[in-house]
């Protein structure tokens, strides 16, 4: 049976308290009204056309999503502006989007970095960089392996459990180097290696590493580093949030996960 979105919000709240967001960040509700039932849910990276497509055709009433599709201020949203085009169908099909952003990052438990160190086993995660009364709740992780293996297998080992993108899994630092504790953060995360060195982490996993903090982080003692999309380090919240919700509201509202790659590269030439 629907439940009226308003629930569905308390609950994506419990999970993702939006005072754990950034003050620059935009994150909850986007368009819906609160009073109207939900029944279907459906997951996603990005507010992207071909997802809000998927919306549409599976009569989908919430889309949930972790990168915001108004991050910036704007001052309108007409149906000639590519983001205002989206906001515009969403409402005409009668679809809600909600999104839990840098909050979700900082989430204990069931939030992107807890997903992504599960996802990798790692035992003993903490945050990196520990945020509100909660010790479980920070941005980034760190935690050790089952059992240690070299950065080349390791770098292997992430390319099979994340999604597949045209990028693939790019790594910094001697192969042969034995990896045990990993530190791990979805998304942008380059600015947490000197944490990571502090943690003793063998590797900081991460994505969007540009070229000269990479260069110079080999010139030190410090972690390796492994490279991936932005897309794929988020993935792995999806079915996590998505679980939760779905037990979170007794089974009562249908949640999916998009399987559209929203990773914005699409094609790879090698050299």
Same mark, same amino acid.
């Given at each position: ?19 754990? $967001?950034?003050?620059? *960040?935009?994150? @909850? %509700?986007?368009?819906?009204? #609160?009073? &109207? !039932?939900? /029944?279907?849910?459906?997951? +996603? ?68 970095? $807890?997903?992504?160190? *599960?996802?990798? @086993? %790692?035992?003993?995660?903490? #945050?990196? &960089? !520990?945020? /509100?009364?909660?010790?479980? +709740? ?76 990479v260069s110079d982080a080999?010139?030190?003692?410090? !972690? ?20 939760h919700l779905r037990g ?24």
């Amino acid at each position: 049976m629907p439940v009226p979105l308003r629930e569905v919000i308390a609950a994506l709240d419990a999970r993702y308290d939006p005072a754990l $967001a950034e003050s620059w *960040d935009a994150v @909850g %509700l986007v368009c819906g009204d #609160p009073d &109207e !039932p939900v /029944g279907r849910v459906l997951f +996603a990276v990005d507010p992207t056309t071909a997802v809000v497509d998927e919306v549409i055709s599976t009569g989908t009433d919430l889309l949930v999503t972790h990168h915001p599709l108004l991050l910036t201020p704007v001052h309108g949203v007409p149906a000639e502006d590519p983001k205002g085009r989206l906001v515009h169908r969403l409402i005409r099909a009668g679809a809600g989007l909600f999104v839990a952003h840098t909050n979700a990052d900082r989430a204990p438990g069931s939030g992107v970095n $807890a997903a992504l160190a *599960d996802l990798l @086993g %790692l035992a003993g995660a903490v #945050p990196l &960089e !520990p945020a /509100g009364d909660d010790p479980r +709740a920070g941005l980034g992780r760190v935690g050790e392996l089952r059992a240690p293996m070299p950065l080349s297998a390791f770098a292997a080992h992430v390319a099979a459990l994340l999604p597949a993108t045209v990028g693939g899994v790019r790594a910094a630092g001697d192969p042969g180097r034995v990896i045990r504790r990993v530190a791990v953060c979805g998304g942008s995360g380059g600015s947490l290696l000197p944490a990571a060195a502090a943690a003793g982490a063998d590797v900081l996993l991460t994505s969007d590493l540009k070229h000269h903090p990479v260069s110079d982080a080999g010139e030190v003692a410090g !972690p390796a580093l492994c490279d991936v999309a932005h897309y794929a380090s988020e993935w792995p919240w999806l079915p996590v949030a998505a679980e939760h919700l779905r037990g979170d509201l007794a089974g009562q509202v249908e949640v999916s996960v998009s399987r559209l790659r929203t990773d914005p590269w699409t094609w790879h030439a090698a050299g």
